[in-house]
Nanobody, 123 residues
Framework: QVQLVESGGGLVQAGGSLRLSCVASGRTFSNYAMGWFRQAPGKEREFVAATTRSGISTAYADSVKGRFTISRDNAKNTVYLQMNSLKPEDTAAYYC????????????????WGQGTQVTVSS
């Protein structure tokens, strides 16, 4: 089992920044690719960003490319999501997730999920 705990969400004005953190425990963190997803009320959960086990490779949804940065620190068992130039449409609950394989990282078929942290962007 892998336990994931997100933090760093909050209320921010449009154009502002937030950094989300997700701390993992339970199994070897570096054995898992990590992803961030988000879900707004009434909408399906959508892919935001992902990184490979080493952190060397990353991928982003088109809607956040150039504004969000995913990174990880395997020594701290933590994955981050730096969010800049936030827009009201970024408002959602953000979830981190872990999966063994990289293939299919855009789908929500991850092995483990955190409980989510709310991000609200005001206009």
């Amino acid at each position: 089992q892998v336990q994931l705990v997100e933090s760093g969400g909050g209320l921010v004005q449009a154009g502002g920044s937030l950094r989300l953190s997700c701390v993992a425990s339970g199994r070897t963190f570096s054995n898992y690719a990590m992803g961030w997803f988000r879900q707004a009320p009434g909408k399906e959960r959508e892919f935001v960003a992902a990184t490979t086990r080493s952190g060397i490779s990353t991928a982003y949804a088109d809607s956040v490319k150039g504004r969000f940065t995913i990174s990880r620190d395997n020594a701290k068992n933590t994955v981050y999501l730096q969010m800049n130039s936030l827009k009201p449409e970024d408002t959602a609950a953000y979830y981190c997730a872990a999966r063994v394989t990289w293939s299919g990282y855009r789908s929500p078929n991850y092995d483990y999920w955190g409980q989510g942290t709310q991000v609200t962007v005001s206009s």
